[in-house]
């Protein structure tokens, strides 16, 4: 029936349209002459009028799709690190003069007592300090002998010596004296003293002590209980068990100054301390390790030296010098200089030990041997011309773009001429510092067709941070204010609609959220979430909830007064009157009423937050690295030289900021507009 | 009027209350406290003859934060109402005297902006009213819709990037140049002046928009009003209907505005202040925000806070005087 009826008044307004293609006349009962529009579509129409408010609507659509849409379309993502190959002015070498001696074990079963090979260092300067050939060292009851070999060669070995005599003043134990029977019991080969038990039970108190006897002086130590070790002071020679004679002594006495001399067929070692010296007669030695200032540098490319090659080469260095390492028959000579140099079974030079070491600055010896030669020349000349630094020309490995070396096709390294610094450094050293080509974080790019607006300090593409940002920065605006409005409509139309006493209760509580400062809440809010180490997607949460918290109180008055005005009409009295529920009286019959008004205070909203939102971002204080929000790309060159350098990055964020809230203010603007022409602005 | 006031203080007296109180809570609950640093840094001195728990109690004692956090919020409210605001923790100096300090800094820039907020904004406004729709219009429009847009630290970059680094006409930030020291008396004053200058360009951009808008709105209400067609249909002259007829009533709504205004000039200017490093209010509050300097925060809030309710008052107030047909009750 219905149906029928409408068809029938389409007919007839059709053939009424057709009749007014042919006269062109309209008569006064014409359905098309007055249009009625609904309310929603003249909002519309009044809407799209409005220039600014279409421009601002297409800016939003535009920034929506740009955010949401973009990042499925485009190839990086927000955390992505872009690397690249640059040419950079590297530390390329480091050539020093060797001060440390290395140890090379010759013999890994020889025990050898660690703080004594720690030691090792010292314990050479002393000796050519006192121009020594021989040390003895001890590390509790073992000793050690340091052998010198020859010019920065050293050995260390385990070492058998027996202690023979003192000399000088000494302390010797004598024996030892015992409180409960006054005795003492005397050490082997001591002879008793008469009188000295006595003496000792005079004197023999406490833990300790001096007494004389007889002129000689003694010393007691508490030893196990009631009982004291004694001491003896005494002067001149001293034998621990026999003596050795006469001759023995006139050797000793030659060897004045020095602390090693032979006799009779054994080698005898002074250990001097303070006035006293002990003498040993060394009985064998096993060297554990051979240590040396001097470093090998083989005369071909690339060919690592194994320890032990180079241990016995040193240590045959000054005992014959041929060796045998790997099968392989090798010579070792000393130069004049001080160098090594070692010659291959063929007689060809093979390697060299100098006390100067030319290295890549990663400690890898990987150099040429030319190359070495070339740079400690290059020094030499520096330190002869007293200048700190100086270049020189040299062919390096040639590199491609992406850092590797280049081969040609037999497999052998292309050369290219390189510039090379040579530094003095103020520690000594000398830094060799050329151009190579390394991977790096490709940081601060200029906009170019790969990264369209350039990376950022950390590596990331600027224009996939801004996407990724435009989604937090709009996602925040949205859930702030529609937690302002839900906040807003809840307590404004519970507070329009009881009026009196909740009324009263909730207007009070908008006043005091209005007057809470907003700004240095949410900063003091910043710096709590920072203390705590907070998670960068908690914090996002925090503050999206605190700022919708803050911001309610605005939307609250506004449903509060539309509603108070609404209440007393007609419709409302006769909701009333039909029974309907409070509830849905509230917000199915007042709060629709208030939508215009409301959709424009969201509108207008969202410009506010995303700015508060980027405000707090560009402090540090709201949301983090490396979550991409447009405020934190600001952020990340805010500092002054960034500011000035980088203006790439910064400038189309800003821009990116202010279109986005001119469009929200416009369209709001263009709404308001649209559902009440003749509201005050 | 009268009775209106002392009402309408009493009510401000009790929001006051509150705000301080929500505050307060949130002072309380920050989690690495300046308390807790200092009680390290007592303890851990040689000599020290308390061991760091200990220090903590006392020093929780001494500022009243061991009464839990209403305890704690009273006894802060004593001290303050007996004007004892304690010694800022970040400035280590009574906070009276951090205020002192900095206060007119921030008065000098906020009065300056003001000013010209004013000169700029209502003629503006006012032209772009007198011509609907033209281009005047339009533009004065867009000019005041870009600088409510504007995000402060965006357009304080701006500046500085063209006036500070392309142009060198002004320092980046600070108050002083670097030869301030031997200047005369004079040359100082021009020295400050124009570090000034860049900060209070950005006041100026920033609040210039909503001033604007706001004049214009009303102005048009006031010119689609009916008494302003009887004044044009009687023949008065268009110059003497906008300046005495529109201009008088238009004022109605803007002197209330800019009365509000005025307290808050006293506020400082936080963001703006930080950006440029004027050693004004706002800065040092945003220094003390970032350490947890709860006396100083405490009292910059609840200064700022007074300052927005005086200003609602005083708006509210002037609203009384200036319209003869509103009476405050």
Known sequence: ?681 | MFKYTVKRLLYSAIILFFVMFIIYALMYNMPTSYVETKARELASRPGANKSYAEWLADLNAQYGMDKGVVGGYFVWLGNAVRGNWGDSWAWTIPVTQVFKNTIWYSFALSVVAYIFEILIAIPLGITAAKKQYSFTDYFTTVVSMICISMPTFFLATLLKYFFSVKLGWFDLSGMQGRNYMNLSDFGKFLDVAKHFVLPSVTLIIINIGGLMRYTRTNMLEVLNADYIRTARAKGVPEKKVINYHAFRNTLIPLITTLGGMLPGLFSGALITESLFAIRGIGFASYTSMTQADIPFIMFYLAFISIMTLLGNLISDLLYGAVDPRVRLS
């Open chain 1, 1 to 681: 029936m219905n149906n029928s009826l409408n068809e029938a008044l389409k007919a007839k307004a059709a053939a009424r349209a057709g009749e007014k293609k042919t006269d062109g006349e309209m008569a006064l009962d014409d359905v098309a002459r007055v249009k009625v529009l609904s309310p929603g579509r003249r909002v519309f129409k009044r809407f799209v009028r409005n220039r600014l408010a279409v421009f601002g609507s297409c800016l939003l659509i535009t920034m929506f799709l740009f955010s949401f849409a973009g990042p499925l379309f485009y190839a990086y993502g927000q955390k992505q690190i872009f690397y690249k190959y640059s040419t950079e002015n590297v530390n390329y070498a480091l050539a020093k003069s060797n001060t440390a001696y290395n140890g090379y074990v010759v013999d890994g079963s020889v025990d050898l007592a660690r703080p004594v090979v720690n030691a090792m260092n010292s314990n050479i300067k002393k000796m050519l300090e006192k121009d020594e050939e021989l040390r003895l060292v001890f590390e509790g009851e073992d000793a050690f002998l340091i052998r010198k070999l020859g010019r920065e060669v050293y050995t260390l070995s385990k070492a058998d010596a027996d202690l023979v005599c003192t000399t000088g003043k000494s302390k010797a134990l004598i024996g030892n004296y015992s409180m409960v029977g006054k005795k003492i019991v005397y050490e082997k080969g001591e002879d008793p003293v008469p009188g000295l038990e006595e003496t000792a039970a005079d004197n023999c108190k406490g833990k300790g002590g001096t007494f004389t006897h007889n002129g000689v002086n003694y010393t007691f130590e508490k030893g196990a209980a009631k009982s004291f070790d004694l001491y003896a002071e005494r002067e001149g020679l001293a034998y621990v068990g026999k003596p050795l004679g006469e001759e023995f002594e006139q050797a000793l006495e030659a060897a004045a100054g020095k602390n090693v001399f032979e006799f009779d067929g054994s080698t005898w070692l002074l250990s001097a301390s303070g006035n006293a010296a002990k003498v040993y007669r060394l009985i064998s030695e096993t060297v554990g390790r051979v240590y040396s200032i001097l470093t090998a540098d083989t005369y071909e490319t690339g060919v690592r030296l194994a320890d032990d090659f180079r241990a016995s080469a040193l240590m045959a260095a000054y005992s014959g010098g041929s060796f045998t390492s790997s099968d392989e028959e090798y010579t070792i000579e000393p130069e004049e200089s001080g160098a090594l140099v070692v010659y291959d079974g063929s007689g060809a030079e093979y390697a060299e030990f100098t006390d100067f070491t030319v290295r890549r600055y990663t400690g890898e010896d990987t150099m040429d041997y030319d190359l070495k030669n070339a740079i400690t020349s290059s020094i030499l000349e520096m330190i002869s011309t007293s200048s700190r630094n100086c270049t020189l020309s040299y062919a390096l490995p040639m590199q491609n773009e992406t850092g590797s070396y280049i081969y040609d096709e037999n497999g052998n390294l292309q050369y290219s001429d390189s510039e090379l610094t040579i530094t003095q450094r103020d520690t000594g050293e000398f830094v060799v510092n050329c151009e190579q080509i390394i991977y790096v974080i490709n940081r601060f790019e200029s906009p170019s067709a790969k990264h369209i607006l350039g990376t950022d300090g950390d590596g990331f593409d600027v224009l996939a941070r801004i996407m990724y940002g435009g989604r937090v920065s709009l996602m925040v605006g949205f859930v702030v204010v529609f937690l302002e409005i839900l906040l807003g409509i809840i307590m404004g139309g519970l507070a329009g609609y009881y009026g009196k006493w909740v009324d009263n209760l909730i207007m009070r509580l908008v006043d005091i959220f209005y007057c809470l400062p907003s700004m240095p809440i949410m900063i003091i809010l910043g710096a709590m979430m920072d203390a705590l180490r907070m998670n960068t997607y908690i914090r996002l949460v925090i503050m999206m909830a605190a700022l919708g918290l803050m911001g309610w109180a605005g939307v609250a008055r506004l449903v509060r007064g539309q509603i108070l005005s609404l209440r007393e009409q007609e419709f409302m009295v006769a909701t009333e009157a039909t029974g309907i529920k409070v509830k849905s009286r509230i917000f199915r019959h007042l709060v629709p009423n208030v939508m215009p008004q409301l959709i424009v205070t969201a509108t207008m909203g969202m410009g506010s937050v995303i700015i508060m939102e980027s405000t707090l971002s560009y402090l540090g204080l709201g949301v983090k690295h490396p979550l991409a929000t447009w405020g934190t790309i600001i952020n990340s060159v805010s500092s002054a030289s960034a500011m000035a350098h980088y203006a790439f990055i910064w400038i189309p964020v800003g821009l990116l900021i202010c279109l986005t809230v001119i469009a929200f203010n416009f369209v709001g603007d263009g709404l308001r507009d649209a559902y009440d022409p003749k509201s005050k602005r």
